[in-house]
């Protein structure tokens, strides 16, 4: 998580994570009827350490706002992606850190360009056929015959 | 049953299109966009409000949006600079994205508009990650905001085009390290300009508009490492 978003957190100031949820969400239900599934079970999201997203606030949201939708019951799974820049002159890669560093730690020259860090991407989503309700009570009869 | 699909999409892919679609139907009017983002109490409102006035001043046909969570009298004094002005209320949401705005422009946005300036909602983290189309993104931020500010949102700086030091007239009586605050902006975007300006002392008068202006007949603006990422 990074320092501006700590500090944001701080401030009481607002976030922005419940359009980011429910961006999410659209796509995830788009690819879900697609592919004509009713029902979601995991969603995988990339979130760079420079995308401006707390993924703690993010999870919050997106639990609230897959309540009635296909996704109800989805687990979210996100995986940080560290910040890391390279330098177009001496080749140099470095992780950038945050608050992050944008000039080569070797020469001093501006990065030529940041590799990784600003990722808020959806990677894959697990699809099922029953929709969410069904797949409680299929879990639930699951567990009592156990 | 189940099953995993490979997807490998953006989140915020809806929003940059439609960035992108505004960006060039705002171009075929010959209007430029200006995004504005601060915290609130940065003094923003009355550099634009400055501006805006220099921007009529010289005869350069200017608006001006602004977005605010609740009413607050920004378009009132904004209005005073006798360009037009429109308030969006955002309902308690943190920021503007794309399509809104360009629901916000349609029936408004005057025919022959060259410049113009929105007035993003007063925070540093949320309207960082939304493009609205603009082909310049300012922030600002005032002396007494401190000088570590960059570093505590580099998203926001890390993505500017322009920032703009404000209140400079309080510098002294803030203790403001004002080489200290440029080495934080080059660390987060390097190479980018960074301007003074105090409404009170005159300091930077016109600069915002000059860069506006710049940007507006296609000189190349301030390319940022941040949005040079590998998304
Ligand atoms: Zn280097």
Known sequence: ?146 | MCRVVDLQQAVLAKNAMAAQVLRTELAARGTTVVNLLSSPGSGKTALLERELRLARQRGVSTAALTADLATENDAQRLARSEVPVKQVLTDGLCHLEADMLAGHLHHWLPDGTRLLFVENVGNLVCPASYDLGESLRVVLASVTEGEDKPLKYPTAFGLAHLVIVTKTDLAEAADFDEAAFRAHVQQVNPGVEVLLASVRSGEGAGELVDRALAAADGTPVHAPVMARAHA
């Open chain 1, 1 to 146: 998580m990074g320092a501006g978003q700590t500090a944001a957190a701080q401030d009481g100031e607002a976030m922005h994570e419940m359009s980011v949820a429910l961006a999410m969400i659209e796509q995830v239900e788009q690819a879900a009827r697609a592919d004509g599934a009713h029902g979601v079970t995991h969603v995988r999201l990339e979130i760079g350490e420079l995308a401006g997203v707390v993924p703690e606030a993010l999870a919050f949201c997106f639990e609230l706002a897959c309540a009635g939708t296909a996704l109800e019951g989805a687990e979210l799974i996100t995986r940080t992606v560290p910040g890391t820049a390279r330098c177009a002159g001496c080749r140099t890669t470095w992780e950038v850190g945050m608050p992050p560093q944008l000039l080569c730690p070797h020469c001093n020259d501006a990065a030529g360009d940041l590799v990784s860090g600003r990722e808020l991407r959806i990677c894959e989503v697990g699809l099922a056929d029953a929709p969410p309700a069904a797949r409680e009570r299929t879990r639930a009869s699951i567990n009592e015959e156990s």
